[in-house]
Structure formats: structure tokens, C-alpha cells
């Protein structure tokens, strides 16, 4: 049984992953270059050559390639695999919204071809 918040959508986005800081406010000046497998309102599943712990929280910086946007969110690595056969990382990271705008960019890129459902709706009209 599925037991994920958001529905998933797969597409293949292009991915800056940064440090998200030691709590001062600033991120690291050095990236790792990722790119989605799939892509939700509360999370995504990435793949990249760098190793990042569960735990960790990181910025990332998505290249919505559908419409052309671009969105910079902060997550928590859920759960790490390395996939021995491509020498790169599955990981999953779970979206820590801080910027509604955010939220907002995310739901009309995966939802511009359709109605938005009212689980979505929801979300959206909850004041913050």
C-alpha cells in the first residue's frame, strides 16, 4: 500500500544540489550536479554522483523543464541507494517548504495539464 502525502509525478528534471548551511543562514558556494526520477508537492527522488546522508538537509535547485521555471527548496534525505551498476546515489527528499511561492510554482507545473485536485486545493487556501 502507498503511503506517500502527495501523488508522484516521473519527469526528468535538471538538479543543483547545495548545502543548505550550518544554521547561520548561508549555503555552500560548491554544487552537485542530480536530476529528478520523480517529482511531488512534498518531495522527489534524485539521482547524483554525491553521497548525502539520511539526515541531512540540503538545497536544491530544480530546473522544471516542462514550463520552464525554476524553484530553490530545502529537503531532508529520507533514505539513500547506491545503484552499484551507474555508480551514482537513489535518494529520496522530503521538501521542507519554507516559501509558499514555492509551493505555489510546484503545483502549476505538475498540475497545468489538469485540474488541480481538491486535496491540493486544500493545501493552498490553508492560511499560513
Known amino acids: 500500500?502507498?503511503?506517500r502525502k502527495d501523488?508522484?509525478?516521473q519527469e526528468r528534471n535538471t538538479v543543483l544540489i547545495k548545502s543548505a548551511g550550518n544554521g547561520n543562514g548561508t549555503t555552500s558556494a560548491v554544487g552537485s550536479n542530480a536530476y529528478t526520477y520523480d517529482l511531488s508537492l512534498s518531495g522527489t527522488r534524485?539521482?547524483?554522483e554525491t553521497h548525502f546522508a539520511p539526515g541531512t538537509v540540503i538545497r536544491i535547485i530544480i530546473?522544471?523543464?516542462r514550463t520552464c521555471q525554476r524553484i530553490q527548496v530545502d529537503g531532508?534525505?529520507?533514505?539513500?541507494r547506491k545503484r552499484d551498476n551507474e555508480g551514482v546515489y537513489e535518494?529520496?527528499?522530503e521538501f521542507l517548504h519554507h516559501i509558499s511561492q514555492?509551493?505555489?510554482?510546484?503545483?502549476?507545473?505538475?498540475?497545468?495539464?489538469?485540474?488541480?485536485p481538491?486535496?491540493?486545493?486544500?493545501?493552498?487556501?490553508?492560511?499560513e
Open 1 to 3: 500500500m502507498e503511503m
Open 7 to 9: 501523488k508522484r509525478i
Open 46 to 48: 534524485l539521482f547524483t
Open 63 to 65: 530546473e522544471l523543464a
Open 76 to 80: 531532508e534525505v529520507k533514505w539513500v
Open 91 to 93: 535518494m529520496g527528499v
Open 102 to 116: 514555492t509551493i505555489l510554482t510546484l503545483i502549476r507545473h505538475l498540475y497545468s495539464a489538469g485540474e488541480i
Open 118 to 127: 481538491s486535496s491540493v486545493t486544500a493545501v493552498v487556501t490553508q492560511p
